[in-house]
């Protein structure tokens, strides 16, 4: 799969519009969308800031498994539960963890 299909994936996963993927981002809109329309290849800075709004590194994004590397059972169990909270979810499980 290329980054391009693979973009698409995640965007689709997350639900997220061109747009909204550029605002993640930080990138302008004309950006993704002339990406898209020219089908071209993301740079390297506009990659990594792409996997940022995804919330992977760039070794994850290339990665043939959506496991990292070198993590524990539990530490995979987590991430695997985390994935599945909203944003709100996310925030107050956060806010929890620093109050400890």
């Known amino acids: 799969m290329d980054a ?3 973009i698409k994936k995640l965007q689709k996963e997350k639900g997220w519009s061109g747009t909204q993927l550029a605002e993640r981002a930080g990138l302008s809109p ?3 969308s ?3 329309k020219r089908n071209n290849q993301p740079s390297i800075p506009t990659l990594q800031a ?3 709004a995804f919330g992977i590194t760039v070794a994850q ?6 496991v990292p590397p070198d993590l524990t059972p539990e530490q995979i169990r987590l991430l695997e539960r985390w994935n599945s909270l ?3 979810q996310k925030e107050a499980l956060l806010a929890l963890i620093n109050s400890i």
Do not use: G, H, P, Q
């Not at 994004?61 to 959506?66: E, G, I, M, Y």
């Open 86 to 88: 909203t944003d709100e």
């Open 4 to 6: 391009l299909e693979k």
């Open 30 to 32: 004309s950006v993704v």
């Open 34 to 36: 002339m990406m898209y």
């Open 61 to 66: 994004f290339f990665a043939d498994s959506n």
């Open 50 to 52: 792409i996997c940022s």
